[in-house]
């Protein structure tokens, strides 16, 4: 069975800093890899995927995330911030081989971006 | 296309009470899929159907039931809510269920749920 663990449940961040959501996954398979970012009182949207190939992945609004299998870790950045950023992040898993739709989630990280 | 659509937005139940969640999506998508989400718990898999006619369980499917008669309605039936039931439901679709190159799946605005 596969889970995923995101490190921190809140990150609070000032605006144009840096930024570093932690994901941790376990599994006994191959997995894909996702980030999902989640507005206040909206839906789930993507932010970028790992499917195979290049480790390091880019994604939209900036975002960018790198797969280190060796580490089992996925942690998502940006280099400079802003106030719209600021919203709950969920990390998932999907099984290789498996039903591609069934998403294991993380319990998700909100970031507070502070003028 | 207006993607994935679920009514109601909000909805108030007593305990005992049944209703139908419905979720539609236009984008001729064969797999669909119900999550929950509450505080502090991430989303979590309820069902997941990966074609008209086809359902199965996710993690956790007790108290809710589900069918898939045709590729754009998946609804989601509580047929006797319970406090633990209090949740936001997120109905979510992707275009191939298979075991191919993994598209996006898109996700609805979700249902607010409380239960009394």
């Keep these: 069975a596969q889970s995923v663990t995101q490190l921190d449940s809140q990150v609070p961040v000032f605006e144009e800093a840096p930024v570093e959501l932690r994901c941790n996954y376990s599994s006994s398979v191959s997995v894909y890899l996702f980030w999902y970012v989640q507005y206040p009182n909206q839906g789930l949207q993507l932010l970028l995927k790992y499917l195979s190939g290049s480790t390091l992945v880019k994604g939209i609004n900036g975002f960018e995330a790198e797969f280190n299998k060796s580490q089992t870790s996925f942690h998502l950045r940006k280099p400079s911030v802003h106030i719209s950023d600021t919203a709950e992040y969920f990390c998932a898993v999907s099984e290789y081989g498996g039903s591609q739709g069934n998403l294991i989630f993380g319990k998700g990280t909100k970031l507070s971006v502070k003028p | ?116």
């Design chain 2, 1 to 116: 296309n207006a993607g994935v659509t679920q009514t109601p937005k909000f909805q108030v139940l007593k305990t005992g009470q049944s209703m139908t969640l419905q979720c539609a999506q236009d984008m001729n998508h064969e797999y669909m899929s119900w999550y929950r989400q509450d505080p502090g718990m991430g989303l979590r898999l309820i069902h997941y159907s990966v074609g008209a006619g086809i359902t199965d369980q996710g993690e956790v499917p007790n108290g809710y039931n589900v069918s898939r008669s045709t590729t754009e309605d998946f609804p989601l039936r509580l047929l006797s809510a319970a406090p633990s039931q209090t949740s936001v439901y997120f109905c979510a679709s992707l275009p191939d269920a298979g075991t191919g190159p993994v598209g996006t799946q898109y996700f609805g605005p979700g249902t607010r749920l409380l239960v009394l």
